[in-house]
């Protein structure tokens, strides 16, 4: 059967995600229900972690965990059982998305008239393993004046946009306004140059083919995979492959857990294909760069990287991170090398984000636990 071909399927996305071209399912089932309940809470301190929860994160883990500590205090904790340790050993990317959550709540919190006071790794980090010490102490005061954050506005409509992107180049003017501003110790780039383009659809084509050959670092998506409704309702995380014809092939026992792990089948092909189709439809990309890369390089990272999905939700555009050639694995390692020389980067500079950007079909938002979910007992 050569299902496999047919135009119906694309498969994009970090590594290895099966999506319908027309992917705008704003569905309202249980697994989006956050999206609808965002900011519907009295009290301040869960009201913002209502928003944060929606924040952008690796393979969409919610590696979040939030001890509330009294009305106007909370620690957030990472779940260790939630890491990437075969695409990301040394949490990078994982402090990243916590770092797009703590932007989250910072504006959440703003914009019902609170003060959010961020104590980054109150009781210190570990640059090469995440353990058990709190990400952030978060505290609510009450500022004399407060000023709401106009990107604030776009929290609900954000989205990772994996679709083919329109042979359409994004106005310079927009790039630099997108890119701009977006805090300090982040150096925000973009480029739509053609001959920096060809390369950087190559290299990050080439890097994502090494991932998806390499077993264990192509199974940690395949084990994030959702197949179906039911599936993504009972385990509202990971990566999702839905839509009718999704469901259908999952009934038919042709898209399932095993057939994607078989790295010899259709679907793998067809995914692995896909990936280069969108990463070759890419008429712009996007990059953050920070001086060093510790701990906090990569929480600022975060705040800067959901401030431009906001403003480039703003602007009408898509955004969508490529972030194979950044990993840290052996296989990776002349890729990683690659993208920084092509970038032109100085010193001890490291990239953090690597995204296209462009104008694209519209896409539904990815489901979310929902906060009751992410609080710890007492
Ligand atoms: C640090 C980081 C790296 C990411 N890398 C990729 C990637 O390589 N490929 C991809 O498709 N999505 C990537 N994403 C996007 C996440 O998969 C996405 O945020 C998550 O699935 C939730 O979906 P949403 O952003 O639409 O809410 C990345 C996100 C973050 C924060």
Known sequence: MSFSRRNFLSIAGSSAIILPTTACTFSHDSARDPWHNAGNYEDPMRRALSYALL?????????????????????????????????DPY?????????????????????????????????????????????????LARPRSSQADPLFAYSLDRRTNRNLYEDKT????????????LGNRIFANFTNRPDQLEALRDLVTEAAHIEFDTKRTYMESVEAMRI????????????????????ALHSLGILNHDSLADQSSAMFRTGRDGYAKSAKSAPAFVWLSTPTN???????????YLR?????????????????????YREMENALARIHD????????????????????????SPRWPLEAKIKPT
């Open 55 to 87: 924040a952008p994160n690796p393979h969409n883990r919610q590696p979040w965990i939030v001890d509330l500590l009294s009305e106007n205090e909370a620690m957030l904790y990472c779940d260790l059982e939630r890491l990437l340790p075969q695409t």
């Open 91 to 139: 949490s990078r990317q994982i402090v990243i998305g916590l770092g797009c959550f703590l932007e989250q709540f910072r504006m959440a919190a703003q914009q019902f008239g609170r003060q959010a006071i961020i104590e980054p790794f109150p009781e210190g980090f570990n640059d090469k393993k995440l353990d058990q010490r709190p990400i952030a102490k978060l505290t």
């Open 170 to 181: 994004p106005d310079e003017k927009i790039l630099k306004t997108i890119t701009s501003g």
């Open 228 to 247: 179906g409704s039911r599936q993504i309702r009972a385990q509202p995380d990971g990566l999702v492959l839905e839509g009718a014809m999704m469901e």
């Open 294 to 304: 510790t701990r906090l390089d990569q929480i600022n990272t975060g705040a800067a």
């Open 308 to 328: 431009l999905c906001l403003k480039t939700t703003a602007a009408g555009l898509a955004i969508h991170p490529l972030s194979q050639t950044l990993q840290e």
């Open 342 to 365: 092509l970038l032109g980067t100085k010193n001890q500079e490291r990239v953090q984000m690597l995204a296209r950007i462009g104008y694209a079909k519209a896409v539904g938002p």
